[in-house]
Each structure stands twice: as C-alpha cells, then as structure tokens.
C-alpha cells in the first residue's frame, strides 16, 4: 500500500509568517499534485511537478519534487488569512488512470 | 468555467436502503472516478471509469457499490444496501486532457 506521510498535521502561525508543509514516501510516483480543499468543498488541484527536482512557483507558493519523487514540499512565503484551508498532496502513476493516493493533509490556519 | 457537478449535496438515509449519487462531468472529459472522504480521514479512491467501463476499482470498491453513465452526461454512484460506514463524502472527478482532475464539491452521505 503506497502512503502519503505529509507534516505537520495542523499549522498555525500569523499573518506575514513563512511555512512550510511536507509529503513523503517510501514509493516513487510519477506526478504529485498539490490540492487545496475548503470545508464542504472538494479539492481544488493548485499545481502538478512530474519532474525529479522540479521546483514551480505560483505566486507565494513553491512547490518542490524531490529528486527520487518520492516526496515534495510546499512553500508559503508571507502567509496572509486567505490561505487558510486544508493542502493535500496526491501521488499518481502514469497509464491513463488518474488513481491518486492522498496524504490526510495539513490543515494551515494563518491568523490575522 | 465548466465544472464538475453533484446532486444531491447531502442525503441522509436509513442502513440497509439504496442510494445513489449523481455527477455530471466536464462535458469533453473521457475519464471519470468516484473518491470519498470519511469525515477526518484521507481522500480515498473508489472507482476509475473509461469508455463506458470500469477501468480500476479499490477494495472498497465491493459488490455493494456500482457504477454507471446511463446517458452519456450522467455518470452515477450506487450503494445497494448502505452501511453505517458508508457515511462520507463523495467526490465525483473528470480529467482534462491536460491530466489535470476537476473534483466536483461533493455529496455528503449520511448513513443513520
């Protein structure tokens, strides 16, 4: 059974504060995607690396695959109250069927 | 935007009775899949579904659960006879050629 380990479970820091969520395997994947998900709401995919290494950056957020791909990381820079929510990462394989293994989250709450 | 959508938002039914959750995919998106959320827990995969037939199924995906595109917009989740630990949230998901999977908001399934 593949397993997404991601840390820490819950976060908590101020506005204007740096953090940084992690998600680790034992299993190398091909992708792994970084998902944002409100209450009630379902996931929203925020990025995709497929790349051993790659680094992408969507405005405040550097998102990292590590080189074996079998873990990534999730950078904010200046965290502000509006992104605040629960980061899942996902891992899949290639074949057509987007099967994801999802970490159970961080839930992050930036505080004004 | 298109978007995946979900009907009903929230059922609540009695153990031992059918259910069945309804999506409509993205319109021009080929594969589709059924993940679900117990309440605090990990987004699990359930079911992938290609070209009118199941491509790969979990094992939680047993043969109380069923799934079917009727009418080429509809593509429906089924539990035939609902168990107290069915009660979760049901994520209905398409994917765009780009590889990215658009989840719908969800069904929340209550299970009394």
């Known amino acids: 059974t593949q397993l997404l380990e991601q840390s820490p479970q819950f976060l908590s820091i101020q506005e204007g504060e740096n953090l940084t969520v992690y998600c680790n395997s034992s299993?190398?994947?091909?992708?792994l995607q970084w998902y944002r998900q409100e209450p009630g709401e379902g996931p929203v995919l925020l990025v995709t690396?497929?790349?051993?290494?790659e680094v992408k950056k969507l405005k405040r957020l550097t998102f990292q695959f590590g080189d074996a791909r079998k873990d990534s990381s999730l950078h904010i820079t200046a965290a502000q109250p509006g992104d605040t929510g629960l980061y899942l990462c996902?891992?899949?394989?290639?074949?057509?069927?987007?099967?994801?293994?999802f970490g159970k989250g961080t839930k992050l709450t930036v505080n004004p | 935007e298109p978007e995946v959508t979900q009907t009903p938002s929230h059922q609540v039914t009695q153990m031992g009775q059918e259910v069945i959750l309804r999506c409509v995919p993205i319109?021009?998106?080929?594969?589709f899949y059924w993940y679900r959320q117990i309440l605090g827990q990990k987004v699990e995969f359930l079911v992938s579904f290609y070209n009118n037939e199941i491509s790969e199924k979990s094992e939680i995906f047993d043969d109380q659960f069923s799934v079917e595109r009727p009418d080429g917009s509809n593509f429906t989740l089924k539990i035939r006879s609902t168990k107290l630990e069915d009660s979760a949230m049901y994520f209905c998901a398409s994917v765009a050629n780009t590889g990215e999977l658009f989840f719908g908001e969800g069904s929340r399934l209550t299970v009394l």
């Open positions: 690396v497929v790349t051993g290494g």
């Open positions: 299993s190398v994947f091909s992708s």
């Open positions: 319109s021009n998106h080929l594969y």
């Open positions: 996902a891992g899949g394989w290639q074949g057509g069927s987007e099967k994801l293994v």
